[in-house]
């Protein structure tokens, strides 16, 4: 299976479960990888039948930034869900983090795999 991804999309949203984390948006750090059959899209060049990683990480990014998600587990769920909406898509990896939410750590997160099947 072939991998299509979208690497460290910074947005701002609300996510966290302490009050000032719910006053203002804050970093969300997102990595997506969408597994797919590429192999007609490289044998015909044709956009039809590629993943349009433009238009997935923008749907990716309006739904961070809008969410208001208490967890990171929630949205990275949430965003998983979009990835499987996307009718090519198989399967999804998806890496949600908040940057500098634990001292002395660059990020803490969570990555959660989905498919199609469950």
Not at 12 to 19: A, E, V
Not at 45 to 67: F, G, N, R
Not at 69 to 96: G, P, W
Not at 98 to 118: L, N, T, Y
């Amino acid at each position: 299976m072939d991998k299509t991804f979208i690497k460290d999309l910074l947005v701002r949203g609300i996510i966290g479960i302490r009050d000032w984390e719910r006053e203002k948006p804050q970093d969300i750090l997102i990595n997506v990888t969408v597994f797919s059959d590429t192999r007609r899209a490289a044998e015909t060049d044709d956009i039809a039948y590629c993943v349009d990683y433009s238009a997935l990480a923008k749907k990716i990014q309006a739904h961070a930034e809008t969410a208001a998600r208490l967890t990171v587990e929630a949205l990275a769920n949430d965003l998983a869900q979009i990835c499987l909406q996307e009718q090519s898509v198989l399967k999804t990896i998806v890496r949600v983090e908040k940057p500098g939410a634990v001292r002395f750590a660059a990020s803490v997160g969570v990555e959660i795999e989905r498919s199609r099947e469950e």
